[in-house]
C-alpha cells in the first residue's frame, strides 16, 4: 500500500548509544518532515527536507541528524540518545505541503 | 514563527451531538494552510480536513466543517453527529509558505484537545 513507513514501532535503547530511525515513502512526495510528540506538548518538527540533498532544522533539532539522498528515504539519527529523547517519533511526508502531509505510524522510543 | 492555539485541553459530548473544537494562530504571513488531524488511540495522524487561507469558502468533509475566520486569525473544528469512533486527540495545524526557519517548511501545531464522545 502506498503511504509512509517507519521502522522500528517500537526501541529501547541505553543512554549515550545511537540508532537510526527510518522513514520510507512510495508516493514520490517532495517534502518529508520529523516531528516528535510529547505528552502535552503537540508535535513538535525536528529536521525538514524539500527534496533530495535538501535539508533543514526545524523547532527541536539537537541531538539529531538527518540526511536525504533519494526522494523517497529520510532517516533520523539519534547521534547519542538522552532519557530527554524519550517521546514518539513521526515521519511525514507531502507533495508540496498544501495537499497535507501523510503520516508515518509512528515510533515509540525509550531511552534508559 | 507561527503559533497554533488549543484552548481546550479535553472535550466531552454524548453521542450524536454537535461539537466545536477551537483553534486560533498567529502569523504575519498571509497565504498558508490550515489543518485538522486527528489522532485515534492507534496513534496514527489522519489528516481531517484542510483550509485554503486565500480562499473564504469554508472548507467541509461530511460531518466535519471548519469555521475559517482569517482577520480574527481562527479555525474552529465542527463535528456534526458525533459518533463513538470520532473520540481521539485532535490537532489544529498551520503551514505557511514562507521558505525559512522557525518550521515553515513544516506543520506548526497546536496542543491538541481530548474529545471524548459518550455512548
Known amino acids: 500500500n502506498a503511504g509512509v513507513t517507519q521502522t522500528p514501532k517500537f526501541q529501547v535503547l541505553k543512554t549515550g548509544q545511537s540508532m537510526t530511525l527510518q522513514c520510507a515513502q512510495d508516493?514520490?512526495?517532495?517534502?518529508m518532515s520529523w516531528y516528535r510528540q510529547d505528552p502535552g506538548m503537540g508535535l513538535r518538527l525536528i529536521h525538514y527536507?524539500?527534496?533530495?540533498?535538501?535539508?533543514d532544522q526545524g523547532e527541536v533539532p539537537n541531538g539529531y541528524n538527518v540526511s536525504r539522498s533519494t526522494t523517497e528515504d529520510f532517516p533520523l539519527r539519534l547521534l547519542s540518545a538522552a532519557p530527554s529523547q524519550t517521546s514518539v517519533y513521526f515521519c511525514?511526508?507531502?507533495?508540496?505541503?498544501?495537499?497535507?502531509?501523510?503520516f508515518g505510524s509512528g515510533t515509540r522510543l525509550t531511552v534508559v | 514563527a507561527q503559533t497554533v492555539t488549543q484552548s481546550q485541553p479535553e472535550m466531552s459530548v454524548q453521542e450524536a451531538e454537535t461539537v466545536t473544537l477551537s483553534c486560533t494562530y498567529d502569523t504575519s504571513e498571509s497565504n498558508y494552510y490550515l489543518f485538522w488531524y486527528k489522532q485515534p488511540p492507534s496513534r496514527q495522524m489522519i489528516l481531517v480536513i484542510r483550509?485554503?487561507?486565500?480562499?473564504?469558502q469554508n472548507a467541509t468533509e461530511n460531518r466535519f466543517s471548519v469555521n475559517f475566520q482569517k482577520a480574527a486569525k481562527s479555525f474552529s473544528l465542527k463535528i456534526s453527529d458525533s459518533q463513538l469512533g470520532d473520540t481521539a486527540m485532535y490537532f489544529c495545524?498551520?503551514?505557511?509558505?514562507?521558505?525559512?526557519?522557525?518550521?515553515?517548511?513544516?506543520?506548526?501545531f497546536g496542543k491538541g484537545t481530548h474529545l471524548i464522545i459518550q455512548p
Open positions: 511525514a511526508s507531502s507533495y508540496r505541503g498544501s495537499s497535507g502531509y501523510t
Open positions: 508516493m514520490n512526495h517532495e517534502y
Open positions: 495545524a498551520f503551514k505557511g509558505l514562507a521558505r525559512g526557519g522557525g518550521g515553515a517548511d513544516g506543520l506548526t
Open positions: 483550509q485554503e487561507a486565500y480562499k473564504q
Open positions: 527536507s524539500v527534496g533530495a540533498g535538501i535539508t
